[in-house]
């Protein structure tokens, strides 16, 4: 799909769209319940395919408006199957561990760049406990039953890894211990984990974030949960903001542990230029952050390693379609320089098949004008996008892919 966007200022309100990263934890221990509801629950693409694993593996999933009731999962009881991941890396490295409950031989498949993002954690850990472990372009097969006990777990790959073993780890018979090595990334993710863990009864004892005890022969308690609003999309809006508009974002939760929730204190630092900002536990922010440094005065960012490990290897792709807005970035193995200075683009604007590269470009466009090319990707996310920055007074125009 092919999206024009018309130079405009935003004005208006926008509710902030539910949290993804809350509603995967949410839908996940709902399921392990006897009987429970989400409510608040946005139908995304990394969602569905949450959903359609979930029902894989055994559990009763029954949807009504934005609420889904949901349990019944025994993940010891699944039969060997396939798994669906779509294009959700949450989803896989969620998924992966319940997979190991059974011993059934359980294949997960995914699309797009799903299976070029790093498994090396399981993938060794499956190897210490004799349980098959096989990965190529299209799938990743298991079989075998995870043992409790100590793990010994990289935490610079990717937290979601460890939330992964978390979920699965209370269902064991025993107590286990996931100690955490390297450079641990993105930790306010795994405390998302921990805190949606907490929500439905299960105790864990994490006050040594780097050596987690998880209680064995627990359950999953029956709860009624609403999903709250996501910061990471909610930054796309706020954006908006910076570029000469007006717009009140609500529906956010002031306490949330979202490690997105920093674009509260890093916009303020892009005004000036010459800004440093450090995405170790904000990677996700990587693209609009870049967008709006080209439209400013420019900024420095560290830590920008993890991005190449995304939908798409967003440091190189927002390098690309930054200078068909005349914008020079500097690139390093883990830092990036972005400079100021934007003019209309004289070609369309590429999607990458990356949802938030999309979105930024979209904003990056409400100052020159701009076409996109592959649009659609939003649905991964944020299905909703356009339509609600068209709510805004933004001109969008729509165009079937010739």
């Known amino acids: 799909m092919r999206v024009e966007i018309l130079k405009g200022n ?7 769209p539910p949290s993804k990263s809350m509603a995967h934890r949410n839908l996940i ?6 009987n429970s509801t989400v409510t608040g629950v946005a139908y995304s693409e990394d969602i569905l395919a949450t959903l359609d694993c979930l029902k894989a593996l055994g559990a009763r999933v029954e949807i009504n408006g934005d609420t889904v009731t949901l349990g019944g999962l025994n993940p010891f009881a699944a039969a060997s199957g396939e798994l669906n991941c779509r294009e959700s890396g949450s989803t896989l490295r969620f998924m992966l561990p319940m997979c190991l409950l059974s011993g059934n031989r359980i294949t997960l498949f995914g699309s797009g760049r799903l299976l070029q993002r790093p498994m090396t954690v399981y993938k060794a850990l499956c190897s210490e406990q004799g349980i098959d472990f096989y990965q190529d372009d299209s799938c990743i097969r298991v079989q075998g039953r995870l043992k ?6 990289d935490g610079s790959v990717s937290s979601q890894f460890i939330s992964g073993l978390l979920f699965a780890c209370p ?3 025993c107590d286990s211990v996931i100690n955490i090595t390297g450079d641990l990334q993105s930790e306010s993710y795994l405390r998302l984990t921990l805190a949606s863990l907490a929500d439905f009864g299960i105790r864990v004892d994490s006050s040594n974030i780097r050596s987690i005890k998880v209680y064995g022969n627990q359950h999953y308690q029956n709860k009624s949960i609403t999903v709250e609003g996501d910061y990471s999309n ?3 809006l706020e954006a908006l903001n910076c570029l000469g508009g007006s717009v009140e974002v609500m529906g956010l939760k002031e306490t949330s542990l979202q490690g997105d929730k920093v674009y509260l204190e890093i916009l303020p630092k892009l005004k000036g230029g010459g800004a440093e900002i450090s995405l170790a536990d904000c990677p996700d922010l990587g693209p609009i952050l870049f967008a709006l440094a080209a439209a400013g005065k420019g900024a420095t960012f560290t830590r920008t390693r993890r991005l190449r490990i995304k939908e798409s290897d967003r440091v190189l792709c927002m390098a690309q379609e930054l200078s068909k807005f005349g914008v020079k970035m500097d690139v390093k193995e883990d830092s990036v320089t972005v400079y100021g200075g934007i003019k209309k683009p004289t070609e369309a604007i590429f999607g990458h098949n ?3 590269i999309v979105m930024a470009m979209a904003v990056l466009s409400t100052i020159t004008g701009g076409v ?3 649009a ?3 649905k991964k996310s944020y299905p909703d996008f356009f339509s609600v920055i068209s709510t805004l007074g933004i001109g969008v125009k729509y165009y079937e892919a010739e």
Do not use: P, Q, W, Y
């Open 376 to 378: 659609e990707a939003v």
């Open 171 to 173: 269902l064991l018979s």
């Open 354 to 356: 990356d949802h938030r």
């Open 29 to 34: 221990c709902a399921a392990l319940s006897e």
């Open 372 to 374: 996109i090319e592959g």
């Open 10 to 16: 935003a004005t208006g309100k926008a509710c902030a």
């Open 148 to 153: 409790g006990g100590e793990f010994k777990v």
């Open 234 to 236: 909610a930054a796309f």
